[in-house]
């Protein structure tokens, strides 16, 4: 069985859960991390230094970063189908998407965007911000719509790993109050996604204690 140390309204840790749930693995969560705490105790830094979630504990082995974790994962437990091939070409295209949600998609969403409409009140909002950080997302999405075409996934007619790290962002960005502007392709893609028990499961998850007072 593996451990997840993570509490289940990280962005982060959702993505491994869903991960975790697409390969239908055994699993147990433990909460950690913001009001639960146990983050920076001697035994979690031993195990990631960092002192953030997720972390997971596969028999000896002990990972952390979340894209490192969904790789592992699915090397390991994966039939090196679609969702992370056997053939190191096409691994790498893969890769490269969910490389690109990791380090622009969702980055640039989670931060300037959930962070500043969720997470801090009304007052202290940089709205100039939040608009320039709006518009260059909305970028981010054209350029996946693009990639999208006809096609049910970012990859082409499979699921595969690349849809965990970018589609798990979507959830949030499709719930929060927030100007969208009509991007068809994304609907119809993260209407899929909610057709998945995985995601249903593990990343349609209420924020609400993550709601900062006076955020609206």
């Keep these: 069985m593996i451990t997840v140390y993570g509490r289940a309204t990280s ?13 239908g693995l055994d699993y147990e969560r433990l909460d950690y991390g913001l009001d639960f705490g146990g983050i920076d105790t001697p035994d979690y830094l031993a195990m990631n230094p960092h002192g953030l979630v997720p972390t997971i504990r596969d028999g000896d082995l002990v990972l952390w970063e979340s894209c490192a974790i969904l790789r592992y994962l699915a090397a390991k437990y994966g039939d090196g189908g679609a969702f992370w091939p056997a053939d190191p070409a096409a691994r790498a295209r893969v890769d490269m998407w969910a490389e690109w949600g990791k380090a622009h998609f969702a980055r640039d969403f989670t931060g300037p965007i959930f962070w500043a409409r969720v997470r801090t009140a009304a007052v202290a909002r940089d709205e100039a911000a939040l608009t320039l950080a ?8 054209g350029r996946l719509e693009a990639q999208l075409g006809d096609s049910p996934y970012v990859m082409g007619a499979d699921f595969t790993l690349a849809d965990v ?4 962002v979507l959830f949030r960005y ?8 009509s991007r068809p392709v994304i609907d119809a893609y993260y ?3 909610q ?4 995601f249903r499961e593990h990343v ?11 955020a609206g």
């Design 191 to 193: 209407a899929r996604l």
């Design 11 to 23: 962005s982060n840790v959702q993505a491994v859960m869903w991960g975790i749930g697409e390969l």
């Design 134 to 141: 709006l518009d260059r997302f909305d970028g981010y999405l």
């Design 195 to 198: 057709s998945r028990t995985a």
């Design 174 to 181: 499709y719930d929060i109050d927030i100007p969208r502007r």
């Design 204 to 214: 349609m998850v209420s924020y609400e204690v993550l709601r900062a007072e006076g």
């Design 165 to 168: 790290v970018i589609g798990h």
